[in-house]
């Protein structure tokens, strides 16, 4: 029997391999044709050259790319891990017990809906433009989604174990140390990636309005330059670094947690 | 000879314990009061209902709120004190900061998210559909999409503001955008969530092609499709501000920022105090309108 060459699989992965091809292509054509000025958009060859000329040239925004990842990268997380830090066991007390929900409830209420971006303004009051009031702004989006996942993850324990554990006469406590968080902790392996997502695009936001460097500083002194190309390089950047940031915490994750996960 | 040789089991009396409609209202009270409570007992009950303690711990922040401005205990007037901020949306409402009053910016910055809002559904949904029906079009879609998914949308602001200048088209742009992901990924992902027991169900009752998408298929999708409308909506809404923070001459974002730039933090709580209400109607508008489209889904609300 010949082997098909052309099975309907491979057809598939062709075409989307021709389609990245037929986007880059496209965008280099419309501008290198001038349907769209240079000024307003750079070719992905431009920005590929940026790319390499920013390793070792600070020019002309002050810093190289590697320092505004670096700068991106460290506040990122250094905000991811906080909001983990307060925002799951929160989440965790609040789905158990009673007195913390009540007490933390309405104060998580308010505050939920409060997109991170418009804290900016107060933070900058605040804290100024340095490192604290970004990791303040990003801790901020970061929690939400943590608090949220553990508490439901709490809430949607199977309520014939808990029965269980009181009949066989377990404290509140243990109940809630043995039976709870270890049921609701796919819930909180869920939020891991919601909050990081959320962090990144905070980031963003709070560089664009106050920073000295980072992606989204980067971002923005490109628009002060009219350099299309310096923006498309800090987008491409931004998109990049937080796909990567989201592999290596997934990586983590499940080496880490292999044991528990179900 | 024989009675000694089989064992009688006694099986215990059934208990059945089905709470009358009075032992149903009190089956959430914590642990079964075997007295008659205490006077500290009872309050403790009377505590835990009404949401006494949320009232409560709302008071107690208020009040540090305001001692903590009042004080300066944190240093300088970067914080004005809760009345201050009563006052201060009271006087926006009845005074023109750039020629609008707060709700009017308010509105502003509303007229974009609907706008850019309705865009980016409206193309987001049949594309996320079609991609799931053909799979040719998910081949030439779904890579370029994944390139620009992992950028944030406020990334995009610099570009938008570099191609259509500050007025409405750079901001309903970033909104468009915003909304666009989560709308293609949950209508994409719909098809798919469609219990595939109905179609059989249908099937089996002698549907034809045209049924079994009409009335199975378009009612199983309605619910991930709304979830995704809900997600780009508030999407949209933080999308708005991040665009009218970096430029505009209106908007509630607009406002915040120039309670920075005119060095007066009333004006940007009473932003933010606004901002959290719109956002907590807008959800509570999309909540209901959800119960209204599809009343069969069920899920655990937070």
């Not at chain 1, 925002?87 to 007490?103: A, H, N, R, S, T």
């Not at chain 1, 002060?224 to 290596?248: A, H, K, S, W």
């Not at chain 2, 595939?196 to 002698?206: I, T, V």
């Not at chain 2, 298929?217 to 991040?242: K, N, R, Y």
Request: aromatic share 12%; glycine share 8%; with cysteine.
């Amino acid at each position: 029997m010949k082997k098909k060459l052309l099975t309907r699989k491979r057809l598939l992965q062709l075409i989307s391999a021709l389609s990245i091809v037929a986007f880059f292509a496209v965008w280099q054509i419309i501008v290198d044709f001038e349907i769209v000025p240079n000024e307003l958009l750079a070719t992905p060859l431009q920005v590929w050259k940026l790319l390499i000329v920013k390793l070792y040239n600070p020019n002309p925004d002050g810093a190289l790319l590697t320092t505004h990842i670096w700068v991106s990268v460290q506040e990122a997380l250094l905000g991811y891990l906080l909001s983990l830090a307060i925002g799951i066991p929160l989440g965790l007390l609040m789905g158990w017990y009673y007195v913390i929900e009540e007490m933390a409830r309405p104060l998580f209420e308010v505050i939920r809906p409060i997109p991170g971006v418009a804290w900016i303004p107060l933070t900058i009051f605040w804290f100024g433009i340095g490192i604290s009031g970004k990791i303040f702004i990003i801790w901020l989006s970061g929690v939400v989604p943590c608090v949220i996942n553990s508490f439901v993850g709490v809430r949607m324990t199977n309520p014939t174990l808990i029965q269980m554990a009181r009949t066989y006469g377990g404290s509140n406590w243990d109940i809630f140390r043995k039976i709870c968080i270890p049921s609701a902790l796919p819930m909180v392996f869920g939020a891991l990636q919601i909050a990081l997502a959320c962090c990144w695009t905070s980031l963003v936001a709070a560089e664009l309005v106050a920073a000295d460097n980072g992606l989204g500083f980067l971002i923005t002194m490109g628009r002060r330059f009219v350099r299309p190309d310096m923006i498309e390089l800090g987008m491409v950047m931004v998109g990049l670094t937080g796909f990567i940031v989201g592999l290596i915490i997934d990586r983590i994750e499940k080496k880490l947690l292999a044991g528990i996960r179900r | 000879m024989e009675t000694d040789s089989t064992i009688v089991v006694e099986l215990p009396p059934v208990q059945e314990n089905t709470p009358t409609f009075l032992e149903s209202l009190v089956v959430e009270l914590p642990p079964v009061q075997e007295n008659t409570p205490t006077f500290l007992e009872s309050l403790k009950i009377i505590l835990m209902r009404f949401h006494f303690l949320s009232f409560l711990s709302i008071a107690l922040v208020l009040t540090f709120w305001h001692f903590i401005s009042v004080y300066k205990i944190f240093g300088g007037t970067f914080l004005p004190t809760p009345w201050a901020i009563v006052q201060e949306i009271w006087r926006l409402m009845h005074q023109e900061l750039i020629g609008k009053n707060i709700l009017e910016h308010t509105w502003a910055s509303l007229h974009r998210v609907f706008i850019g809002w309705a865009i980016g559904c409206a193309i987001a949904i049949p594309l996320g559909i079609f991609m799931a029906l053909n799979d040719f079009a998910r081949a030439i879609v779904k890579p370029v999409f994944d390139i620009f998914k992992p950028m944030p949308p406020i990334s995009w602001i610099s570009l938008a503001i570099l191609w259509f200048g500050l007025g409405e088209e750079s901001k309903v742009f970033i909104i468009v955008i915003g909304s666009f992901v989560p709308c293609l990924i949950n209508s994409f992902n719909s098809l798919r969530l469609v219990d595939p027991a109905l179609y059989d169900a249908a099937r089996m009752l002698g549907a034809n092609r045209r049924q079994e998408i009409m009335e199975v298929a378009f009612f199983g999708i309605l619910p991930a499709t709304f979830a995704g409308l809900q997600i780009s909506l508030s999407l949209a809404w933080s999308c708005v501000l991040a665009a009218e923070l970096v430029g505009g001459r209106s908007g509630i974002g607009f406002l915040i920022i120039l309670g920075m730039n005119q060095y007066k933090p009333a004006i940007i709580v009473a932003g933010m105090v606004v901002i959290a209400l719109t956002a907590w109607l807008i959800t509570f508008g999309m909540e209901h309108i959800e119960k209204l489209v599809c009343p069969w889904r069920r899920d655990i609300k937070v």
